[in-house]
C-alpha cells in the first residue's frame, strides 16, 4: 500500500501570492493533520481533520484554512503569503481522531520570495 | 501549554557506539511517538509506545507516562543513523493534536 503523497514537491511563490498544498492519506485512514516545519525547529500542528470536519486548529492566523474531501485527502490553503510562511509542510494521516498512530507524508518545500 | 524537552540536544558518536536520547514533557498526554528525520525532511515512525518498552532491532523505546519521560536506545549506532530525533506527544484536551520536543541531532562518525 502506498504510504501519504503530498503534492508538490517543491513550490516557490511570492509575498501575497496565494498556495494550495495536498494530501492523501494512506488508504483507510480517516484523519488527516497539517504542520508546518521551519527551519531548526520541529514540526507545528496546524489543522486535524477527520471525517471531513475539522477537529482541531493550531495557533496559526486565518490566511491559513484548509479542508478534507469525501476521499478524505485534504488540502491546505495559505493567502497572502509572507516571507515567514516558508518552511516544509507536512501532512500526517491516522486511522481516527485521536489516540492512534500518525504516519507522515514527504513534506511540500515552500520557499516565499 | 505543555512543554516537551529533549536532550542531549546534539550528540556525536562513533560508528558502533550506543547512545540515549530523553524526551521530558510536562503533562499528562495520551500518546507518545519517535521519529527519525532524514536530510531530505522525511519523518519516518520509530516506536508508537504511549507506555512500556518496544524493541526493534538496534532500537528500543521505553515510555513511563506517570514520570512524564521517554527515553530512546540506540545500539552499535551506523552513519545511516544520521539525522534528528523527535519525540511527539499526542494531547488529549478536546484536540488530538501532536506536540513535537525540541529534537536531537545526531551524527554518526565513520
Known amino acids: 500500500d502506498a504510504g501519504v503523497t503530498q503534492s508538490p514537491t517543491h513550490l516557490i511563490k511570492t509575498r501575497g501570492q496565494h498556495v494550495t498544498l495536498r494530501c492523501s492519506p494512506i488508504?483507510?485512514?480517516?484523519?488527516v493533520s497539517w504542520y508546518q516545519q521551519v527551519l531548526g525547529q520541529g514540526p507545528q500542528f496546524i489543522f486535524q481533520?477527520?471525517?471531513?470536519?475539522?477537529?482541531g486548529r493550531g495557533n496559526f492566523p486565518d490566511r491559513f484554512s484548509a479542508r478534507q474531501f469525501p476521499n478524505y485527502s485534504s488540502e491546505l490553503n495559505v493567502n497572502a503569503l509572507l516571507l515567514g510562511d516558508s518552511a516544509l509542510y507536512l501532512c500526517a494521516s491516522s486511522l481516527f481522531w485521536g489516540g492512534n498512530e500518525q504516519f507522515f507524508g514527504p513534506g511540500t518545500r515552500l520557499t516565499v520570495l | 501549554g505543555i512543554q516537551v524537552e529533549q536532550s542531549p540536544p546534539d550528540l556525536i558518536l562513533q560508528e558502533g557506539a550506543n547512545s540515549t536520547l530523553r524526551c521530558n514533557f510536562s503533562?499528562?498526554?495520551?500518546?507518545l511517538q519517535w521519529f527519525h528525520q532524514n536530510p531530505w525532511g522525511q519523518l519516518i515512525n520509530l516506536f508508537y509506545i504511549p507506555s512500556g518498552t518496544k524493541q526493534n532491532g538496534r532500537l528500543s523505546a521505553t515510555t513511563v507516562a506517570t514520570e512524564r519521560y521517554s527515553l530512546l536506545y540506540i545500539s552499535s549506532s551506523q552513519t545511516t543513523d544520521s539525522g534528528v530525533y523527535f519525540c511527539a506527544v499526542e494531547l488529549n484536551s478536546g484536540t488530538y493534536k501532536y506536540i513535537f520536543g525540541t529534537g536531537t541531532r545526531l551524527k554518526v562518525l565513520a
Open positions: 503533562d499528562s498526554v495520551n500518546n
Open positions: 481533520y477527520y471525517e471531513k470536519e475539522e477537529r
Open positions: 488508504s483507510g485512514h480517516k484523519s
